[in-house]
């Protein structure tokens, strides 16, 4: 049982570079959300997906896209990549009411 | 636009001392509240949850809610130096129990 893994781990782009971030579950999850934490500061809401089939956007959604590709698979696109974009992402799965984090991935954008 | 807010601290305790860490809220209609505990480079990890008006406790950590005042609190007891962390204080709301974070507060416990 690996929880919620995200790849890559580490990632360097140069502005107006693209990249997809993969997230998986196997809790059997319904609910999943991408986060960014920027340094000193705590995580806040990109996207999230109530259930399969739904996606819903967070409170700083600017520049993202997202896909649930299945009831296990939540990814995160950056179409032209910013240096402001360079950050931690987390990705978290939810249930029954209790959030799990991934171990992140590590973004910088030069 | 839902709000969590924390002290930011740094807060420093002596080894075997009570750490007290706050937050309050401003969406009343909130209905669960977490503690989530941070190490450097790391991935939060969920330490404490709680859903109604009071006192939970979980071996050396306390957490409280008062609903009226829109506070949540984490207490943690006989701190050790392993408690050396960022300690982010979380509530949920929503269709999908989207957590909303505070901007944290980073423990240190000195030897």
């Known amino acids: 049982n690996a929880g919620v893994t995200q790849t890559p781990k580490f990632q360097v782009l140069k502005t107006g570079q693209s990249m997809t971030l993969q997230c998986a579950q196997d809790?059997?999850?319904?609910?999943m959300y991408w986060y960014r934490q920027d340094p000193g500061m705590g995580l806040r809401l990109i996207y999230y997906s109530a259930s399969e089939g739904t996606t819903d956007k967070g409170e700083v959604p600017n520049g993202y896209n997202v896909s649930r590709l299945n009831k296990r698979e939540f990814s995160l696109r950056l179409e032209s990549a910013a240096p402001s974009q360079t950050s931690v992402y987390f990705c978290?799965?939810?249930?029954?009411?209790?959030?799990?984090f991934g171990p992140g991935t590590r973004l910088l954008v030069l | 636009q839902k709000e969590v807010e924390q002290n930011s601290g740094p807060l420093s305790v002596p080894e075997g001392a009570i750490a007290s860490l706050n937050c309050t809220y401003s969406d009343r209609g909130s209905q669960s509240f977490f503690w989530y505990r941070q190490y450097s480079g790391k991935s939060p990890e969920l330490i404490m949850f709680?859903?109604?008006?009071g006192d939970k406790e979980d071996g050396r950590f306390t957490a409280q809610l008062n609903k009226a005042s829109q506070y949540v609190s984490l207490l943690i007891r006989d701190s050790q130096p392993s408690d050396s962390a960022t300690y982010l204080c979380a509530v949920s709301s929503g269709s999908a129990r989207q957590l909303t974070f505070g901007s944290g507060t980073q423990l240190t416990v000195l030897p």
């Open positions: 809790m059997n999850h319904n609910s």
């Open positions: 709680i859903y109604s008006n």
């Open positions: 978290a799965s939810s249930g029954p009411g209790l959030t799990h």
